[in-house]
T-cell receptor, first 113, second 111 residues
Framework: EAGVAQSPRYKIIEKRQSVAFWCNPI?????LYWYQQILGQGPKLLIQ????????DSQLPKDRFSAERLKGVDSTLKIQPAKLEDSAVYLC???????????FGPGTRLTVL | QKEVEQNSGPLSVPEGAIASLNCTYS??????FFWYRQYSGKSPELIMF????GDKEDGRFTAQLNKASQYVSLLIRDSQPSDSATYLC???????????FGKGTTLSVSS
């Protein structure tokens, strides 16, 4: 079974530029999550989708971050404009059920200069 | 009080010893508990989950849950240098919601 796919793996941009990340979850997984992991911290939820609906986006900085999940499968996360403090690893995860067994993709390491 | 707390370490154990990793959580109603292993530069990998009070064993790993004390632990028996990683404790407060992670404990196993 293929795992969660993410691209790109690395991205370096300058502040105020925009960037987008892509995620393809494990086949059949209805729930998709985007997490931000800053060095030395645990992952922090940005947004959770159930199929193509948003379940929780309470911690998403909506003035600069946006996310969508079209057709309930792939998802994109966008940052516009980026700030220095957005430098982090952006992790996509998916789960089949509601009891929390989430599986992570390889992540995208973003550096904002 | 942080929702999920872990000692950041590093926890250093010799090869073959038992490593004990601990985690406390603040929401008494939390339902499910997970341990993820994260190697440097890699993404978290699920190694254990536990829902009920008591112990759950899987190979060299044992997860222990005490809901009354709001405490969950991970024991790694016969520790190997390949176990050296950061171990993240994660809690599911309600079914259908996202996990809340601790900061992780760094484990170093010396040969």
């Amino acid at each position: 079974e293929a795992g969660v796919a993410q691209s790109p793996r690395y991205k370096i941009i300058e502040k105020r530029q925009s960037v987008a990340f892509w995620c393809n979850p494990i086949s059949g997984h209805a729930t998709l999550y985007w997490y931000q992991q800053i060095l030395g911290q645990g992952p922090k939820l940005l947004i959770q989708f159930q199929n193509n609906g948003v379940v929780d986006d309470s911690q998403l900085p909506k003035d600069r971050f946006s996310a969508e999940r079209l057709k309930g499968v792939d998802s994109t996360l966008k940052i516009q404009p980026a700030k220095l403090e957005d430098s982090a690893v952006y992790l996509c995860a998916s789960s089949l059920g509601i009891r929390g067994e989430q599986f992570f993709g390889p992540g995208t390491r973003l550096t904002v200069l | 009080q942080k929702e999920v707390e872990q000692n950041s370490g590093p926890l250093s154990v010799p090869e073959g010893a038992i490593a004990s990793l601990n985690c406390t959580y603040s929401d008494r109603g939390s339902q499910s508990f997970f341990w993820y292993r994260q190697y440097s530069g890699k993404s978290p990998e699920l190694i254990m989950f536990i829902y009920s009070n008591g112990d759950k064993e899987d190979g060299r790993f044992t997860a222990q849950l005490n809901k009354a004390s709001q405490y969950v632990s991970l024991l790694i028996r016969d520790s190997q240098p390949s176990d050296s990683a950061t171990y993240l404790c994660a809690v599911l407060r309600e079914a259908g919601t996202a996990l809340i992670f601790g900061k992780g404990t760094t484990l170093s196993v010396s040969s």
